[in-house]
């Protein structure tokens, strides 16, 4: 006579058959997670996505600092701080300190000089700009000369490295470049008023010196956080080219900063793209891909509307 079978034998093999379901579900899902995590790593692992949000990262930033570049006539100011740089490089080196702080030290310091001098009014704003400006990069090469000890890659420094940035670097610069947007959101009508008229600004009460000051102690911090994108003598042309382009298409100032940022990222893009495809260097081929969409730019399209010669800027 058959018996039923025992409640005992039953219950644990359904047990087994659960366990193994849900043990198998997990795994799943871990191994799902992982997968997910993994792909996200090598993205980022990637050296040309790195580059890419690099990139990116210090264009955003250098648009609306261009516009002010651009607007106030200060190209030659722009490359005063950026050959600065090297001298920055070549103390780090020679004191074994931070790279971007020692070349924002050093940036800071020679935008001070510049206002003492200006102030006494010995020389034309111009020729001081060259005398800054070529001494601080002659010093730093006579620097790294003198280092025997150091191997560098000066050319990495002189015409940027974009390919190299680290993680950490991508943090940097996308930390800092939220920092200088924070810093000219809040100055933009002092910013804006002094450039039109600092006597205009002063009488206003919105203190045109001070905004000055704080201008370029952004713009230190934008060549120390840029300096590895273009290098050392390519950086105003991501402060220019970009701003330069912009200015044909925006009838306001706040359109023209957005939009200079928005063409500089298009530009880091084509560069990255054209120097993958061409084999060529990423830092002068980004700036070749600004030169492009400046150079289409200039062609007679109908812009009907406001005066759109400067972004709305007459100074």
């Known amino acids: 006579m058959a018996t039923a079978p025992s409640p005992t034998t039953v219950i644990p093999k359904t047990a087994i058959i659960m366990t193994m379901t849900d043990t198998t579900t997990m795994a799943t899902v871990t191994t799902t997670m992982a997968g997910r995590t993994g792909r996200r790593r090598v993205m980022l692992d990637d050296f040309f996505i790195r580059a890419l949000l690099a990139g990116i990262g210090v264009a955003v930033t250098t648009g609306p600092l261009g516009c002010f570049v651009v607007w106030r006539r200060m190209a030659y100011f722009g490359d005063t701080m950026a050959h600065s740089a090297l001298l920055g490089v070549a103390l780090s080196l020679l004191l074994s300190l931070n790279l971007m702080v020692s070349v924002f030290a050093v940036a800071v310091v020679v935008s001070l000089i510049l206002l003492v001098l200006q102030r006494r009014q010995a020389l034309s704003a111009d020729a001081l700009l060259g005398i800054l400006s070529h001494s601080t990069l002659a010093i730093g090469l006579v620097l790294v000369a003198f280092m025997s000890w150091v191997r560098i890659d000066l050319m990495a420094f002189l015409f940027g490295d974009i390919l190299a940035v680290t993680r950490q670097d991508i943090a940097l610069i996308w930390g800092g470049g939220l920092?200088?947007?924070?810093?000219?959101?809040?100055l933009w009508r002092p910013l804006v008023a002094s450039t039109i008229s600092e006597d205009v600004a002063e009488a206003e009460g919105l203190k045109p010196e001070r905004a000055r000051l704080l201008f370029m102690l952004m713009m230190a911090l934008v060549i120390a956080i840029a300096m590895k994108i273009?290098?050392?003598?390519l950086i105003t042309s991501l402060l220019i080219?970009?701003?330069?382009?912009?200015?044909?298409?925006?009838?306001?100032p706040e359109r023209m900063a957005v939009l200079a940022s928005v063409i500089g990222a298009l530009a880091v893009a084509g560069g990255l793209f054209g120097?993958?495809?061409?084999?060529?260097?990423?830092?002068p081929s980004i700036v070749v891909a600004a030169l492009v969409l400046f150079i289409a730019s200039l062609l007679p399209f109908n812009r009907a509307g406001a005066d759109t010669t400067n972004g709305g800027i007459r100074s």
């Open 275 to 283: 120097s993958l495809h061409y084999d060529t260097p990423s830092g």
């Open 179 to 186: 920092v200088v947007l924070a810093a000219v959101v809040w």
């Open 230 to 233: 273009v290098g050392i003598l």
């Open 241 to 252: 080219i970009p701003a330069a382009t912009a200015r044909r298409f925006s009838p306001s």
